[in-house]
């Protein structure tokens, strides 16, 4: 019960602030779409610029890590994309945005605070180290099959279908805050005390921000579509992604006890925004999408508590 109070809640609090304060007309739209973009455009690119400028990547790059977080996130998205297809009827474009939202976990604005809470600053390392290929891998993937579903027939060249994955993928903020991180580390890029303390100040306003602007976001969605396939959703996301990563993690690769604890607590995460966002952008799936990631969000709650309690 503690760490529901004391990790947990504390972060559905914000949300709930953001929540009431957009509900109440004390918040409005315009200016929730503005805290959201200066979140996702400009202050959650640089936290992640920052922490994986200064991630030591040869202690944090550990395969199984990678190895139990997503073949657990592809298990998630195969499962719901399958049985949309073959247990609801939906064609494959509708499918491919359905299993979206299943792969694509909120592992920056949920899944950060809450290792931390739970776990202390030093335990994100593993947590940056997944995300930092999170947005580039799942988007560059869910873009290449919906254009490969609306397209079939039509004679796309392998060519175009490149350049349009790679242009969608890269005029992704979180992206391009990620590439500028790697560029840094990787290169050995000095740069002055100075510019490290702006960059700091902008990158500690991502997770308060962002999670006040999620709960005005989310009083715009409202429990609408096929509840079967949200309820199949939701138990992709909250129960069999972080399942899978917890077993592959601790019998099948033998993670440390933080790796496990980061791909596990990464994998647990709701459904994020960008899951919607997908949908949006090609018109499929969207009353599904803005209802799990709902739904899923509030679950989350107590399926984040039941996972607490089983890792060590």
Not at 62 to 68: A, G, I, R
Not at 238 to 258: C, E, K, M, Q, S
């Amino acid at each position: 019960m503690n760490a529901l109070l004391d990790v947990i809640l504390p972060v559905f609090l914000v949300i709930a602030f953001g929540y009431s304060a957009a509900r109440a007309r004390l918040f409005d739209d315009a200016a929730v779409d503005g805290v959201m973009r200066f979140a996702q455009n400009f202050a959650a690119p640089t936290l992640l610029f920052t922490s994986i400028a200064r991630l030591d990547l040869s202690a944090t790059y550990q395969p199984t890590l990678f190895l139990s977080f997503y073949i657990a996130a592809f298990a998630s998205f195969f499962t719901a994309f399958a049985a949309a297809i073959l247990l609801f009827k939906r064609p494959v474009t509708d499918a491919t945005a359905i299993g979206f939202v299943a792969l694509f976990s909120n592992s920056l604005l949920l899944g950060v605070p809450i290792t931390e809470r739970a776990y202390g600053p030093d335990a994100l390392a593993g947590n940056f180290a997944i995300i930092s290929i999170h947005s580039p891998l799942f988007y560059a993937f869910g873009i290449a099959l919906m254009e490969w579903a609306r397209t079939r027939g039509h004679g796309l060249s392998k060519a175009t279908l490149l350049r349009q994955i790679l242009r969608a993928t890269f005029s992704q903020p979180l992206v391009l805050g990620i590439a500028a991180g790697f560029v840094v580390n990787l290169l050995g890029i000095p740069l002055p005390q100075v510019a490290w303390s702006a960059v700091d100040l902008i990158a500690r306003t991502a997770i308060p921000t962002a999670l006040f602007g999620l709960g005005g976001v989310l009083l715009r969605y409202r429990p609408d579509g096929d509840f079967r396939i949200i309820a199949m959703l939701c138990a992709c996301s909250l129960v069999l992604h972080p399942a899978i990563a917890y077993l592959l993690g601790r019998f099948a690769f033998g993670l440390d006890t933080a790796g496990l604890r980061s791909a596990v607590m990464t994998a647990a995460m709701a459904p994020g925004v960008n899951a919607y966002i997908f949908a949006n952008i090609y018109g499929v799936g969207k009353r599904v999408a803005a209802s799990t990631v709902l739904i899923a969000t509030a679950l989350s709650i107590l399926t984040i508590w039941v996972w607490l309690r089983i890792l060590p």
